[in-house]
């Protein structure tokens, strides 16, 4: 079971992942989930607006097990991916996020 201040997401390839209460903002995207070398991984892009929050943007690979910290939001490390079955599917990524501690964060997740 996670901790209080964790969050178990999975979100859709493609799918976006709106964390902060009431907020458009940070928004994050998830896509290219996938197994290489025997390896789970999945890139995750987006965060603030440079216009809002200079530095808040991220554009990484997320590989399961290693920790990675969004500016201005929180850690995600990825756990487990189920790939696309098909061309026309979509795949998708489970994650623990944890939120910075002045984070607030959304009751939908």
Known sequence: MPAHNEHIVTVGE????????GKRSP?????RVH???????ASLQGGYS???????SVST???????F?????GTFTLLDVSPAQSLEG????????EPDPDFEVSDTI
């Open 14 to 21: 493609t799918g976006q992942f709106f964390p902060r209460k």
């Open 27 to 31: 928004v994050y995207l998830i896509s």
């Open 35 to 41: 197994i290489d070398g025997g390896i789970m991984k």
């Open 50 to 56: 440079a216009r809002d929050i200079p530095g808040g």
């Open 61 to 67: 690979t997320l590989i399961v097990g290693e920790p």
């Open 69 to 73: 910290h969004a500016p201005y939001t």
């Open 90 to 97: 979509h795949g998708s990524a489970t994650f623990r996020f």
